[in-house]
T-cell receptor
Framework: DTGVSQNPRHKITKRGQNVTFRCDPI?????LYWYRQTLGQGPEFLTY????????KSRLLSDRFSAERPKGSFSTLEIQRTEQGDSAMYLC????????????FGNGTRLTVT | AQSVTQPDIHITVSEGASLELRCNYS??????LFWYVQSPGQGLQLLLK??????LVQGIKGFEAEFKRSQSSFNLRKPSVHWSDAAEYFC????????FGAGTRLTVKP
């Protein structure tokens, strides 16, 4: 169990640029989640995959955000035309596809939009 | 809709003192409840979880939590706090779309 891996750890970008983050879940975990966390707040649910299928998307996930998990393994989260309000920590989590199991979180990608 | 409230934004305790962090939830069915801890710049680490059964659950690092359905609460406790426990603590409810509280920041005084 190597844990959930997220890259990059930090990303600084200028407003209007596109950014992409990657998440590698624990290898046997079928479920993968993206959360966003701003300073002083708890993580907010963005979206959830079971294998390659994106099963749920939060209303927080605007049209500028897109997430993929093409082969049911790693996932990418892309933000187009970034805005300063997108600055946050983006957390990925995974869990096995069997009943009641907690989420295992990665260390996150911190995005700063200048 | 499910939601979580952590009434205390920041708590300071002395090392060796007991600790209780409050969590209240709103959930339509039998809740799955969790406590996570987050150190600065890090992801979230699971402390303990409640799915069913015994309402007093034990976790890692000497933490425990008690599920009280009548009060819709799932408070986290530790009998004696260590300096290394200083961190942000999050209560969460749900399963596929887990919802988190805003967190309680714990400061430990020497």
């Amino acid at each position: 169990d190597t844990g959930v891996s997220q890259n990059p750890r930090h990303k600084i970008t200028k407003r209007g640029q596109n950014v992409t983050f990657r998440c590698d879940p624990i290898s046997e975990h079928n479920r993968l989640y993206w959360y966003r966390q701003t300073l002083g707040q708890g993580p907010e649910f963005l979206t959830y995959f079971q294998n390659e299928a994106q099963l749920e998307k939060s209303r927080l996930l605007s049209d500028r955000f897109s997430a993929e998990r093409p082969k049911g393994s790693f996932s990418t989260l892309e933000i187009q035309r970034t805005e300063q309000g997108d600055s946050a920590m983006y957390l990925c989590a995974s869990s096995p596809d069997r009943g009641r199991t907690p989420l295992h979180f990665g260390n996150g990608t911190r995005l700063t939009v200048t | 809709a499910q939601s979580v409230t952590q009434p205390d934004i920041h708590i300071t305790v002395s090392e060796g003192a007991s600790l209780e962090l409050r969590c209240n939830y709103s959930y339509g069915a039998t809740p799955y409840l969790f406590w996570y801890v987050q150190s600065p710049g890090q992801g979230l680490q699971l402390l303990l979880k409640y799915f069913s059964g015994d309402t007093l659950v034990q976790g890692i690092k000497g933490f425990e939590a008690e599920f009280k359905r009548s009060q819709s609460s799932f408070n986290l406790r530790k009998p004696s706090v260590h300096w290394s426990d200083a961190a942000e603590y999050f209560c969460a409810v749900g399963n596929n779309d887990m919802r988190f509280g805003a967190g309680t920041r714990l400061t430990v005084k020497p």
